[in-house]
């Protein structure tokens, strides 16, 4: 092990010879892999993630250095560093006035930018230093793009308080992908999970809860008796409920009345876990994916629920104001790719008939 008070020896891998270097220290991690910091007394450890003795070594050991000569200065000064700033805008209006999920999301692309950047100075940050961090994840594009966007929305703030005087992430464009997002059920898998859990068992309530009301997963760990009445479901969903609330008024699909009907509701919400407390959205996602798993429905999830419900009123011709007033978008771009989809489907099918014919 290496001990931040001696004198480490690297021998270059391009020949060049030997490099002693200081202030180093190394642990093994749960599966046995070596990790290297730079370590100075009174300051946090800066991982190296390059190959040591190579160049690229070097230079993040230097850069590790310096950072954390300027890290201390920022750690002293608050609101000069990365972290610093993170902290502010966690505890701003502009932050805690958005809807849990948004706080969730940006909060842990915040924290995960900081476990590496965190002491690093704020008014040294440029576009090119943004682009890097959205690009350490560029194994994951779309968790790349949540770092831009939660650094956007922070430095907006930051600007509108004179916390700093440039936004280093103007300019910055997000990671261009394709991606079919969630998987949409089909009617066969649907089947499939109701086959392996009958009325009357938790997970059959949640699959009928997701996709009779075409709900979100934060909106069905808040649902609960006194929402239905009269025969109809009414809620005001967690998305935007503090900025551009949507409220839902829906009847009570009579095959969500009978696995209502077929459990008993001690709580205020429909769904608990084993110890009778109401799920939170990531919670009740995790879990939804373990009874997925179970019915042989690994590739599905809840928000993939949501989506087969729109696809199915759109297959049923349901006009877009009719689904936006279940699902509760409030933009026709969305819902219009499911009734796009299904007006191809049918036409498809008439197309074919006639071919026949």
């Known amino acids: 092990m290496f001990g931040e008070h001696s004198m480490v020896t690297f021998r270059m891998r391009d ?3 030997s490099v002693d270097l200081r202030y180093l220290v190394e642990d093994v991690d749960r599966h046995g892999n070596v990790r290297i910091y730079v370590r100075r007394k009174g300051l946090k450890k800066v991982r190296l993630r390059e190959t040591p003795g190579t160049a690229a070594f070097l230079e993040e ?3 590790a250095l310096a950072g954390q000569i300027i890290g201390a200065e920022t750690e002293r000064e608050g609101r000069g560093s990365f972290r610093g700033l993170c902290r502010l805008y966690f505890a701003s209006t502009a932050f805690t006035s958005k809807d849990v ?3 969730s999301w940006r909060r842990r692309a915040l924290d995960s930018i900081c476990e590496k950047h965190g002491h690093k100075p704020v008014a040294l940050m440029r576009a090119k230093h943004v682009r890097s961090i959205r690009d350490e994840r560029k194994d994951a594009p779309s968790a790349g793009n949540h770092r831009l966007k939660a650094m956007r929305a922070m430095f907006k703030w930051a600007i509108e308080e004179d916390h700093v005087e440039l936004d280093p992430t103007l300019g910055v464009q997000s990671i261009k992908y394709a991606s079919a997002g969630h998987h949409s059920w089909e009617l066969e898998e649907v089947e499939r999970y109701e086959a392996s859990f009958p009325v009357g068992t938790k997970a059959r309530l949640a699959l009928d809860i997701l996709l009779y009301t075409a709900c979100r997963r934060e909106d069905v760990v808040r649902l609960g008796p006194q929402h239905v009445r009269g025969g109809r479901i009414r809620y005001r969903q967690a998305k935007n409920e503090h900025r551009n609330p949507v409220d839902i008024d829906i009847p009570v699909h009579p095959d969500l009345q009978r696995s209502l009907g077929a459990m008993p509701h001690e709580h205020l919400t429909f769904m608990t876990t ?4 109401a799920f939170t959205a990531n919670g009740f996602g995790n879990k939804f994916k373990d009874w997925c798993r179970q ?5 599905c999830s809840a928000h993939g629920l949501r989506k087969a419900a729109a696809a199915r009123l759109a297959e049923r011709g349901a006009t877009v104001y009719e689904i ?4 509760g ?3 026709f771009e969305e819902v219009e790719r499911y009734t796009r989809a299904a007006q191809r489907k049918k036409l498809a099918d008439s197309g074919m008939a006639k071919l026949k014919g």
């Open 329 to 331: 978008h409030q933009s």
């Open 101 to 103: 999920s948004t706080q």
């Open 295 to 299: 019915a042989g429905l690994a590739h």
């Open 274 to 277: 084993e110890f009778g407390k």
């Open 15 to 17: 020949g060049t010879g």
């Open 61 to 63: 050991y230097r850069n």
């Open 324 to 327: 936006m007033a279940i699902t």
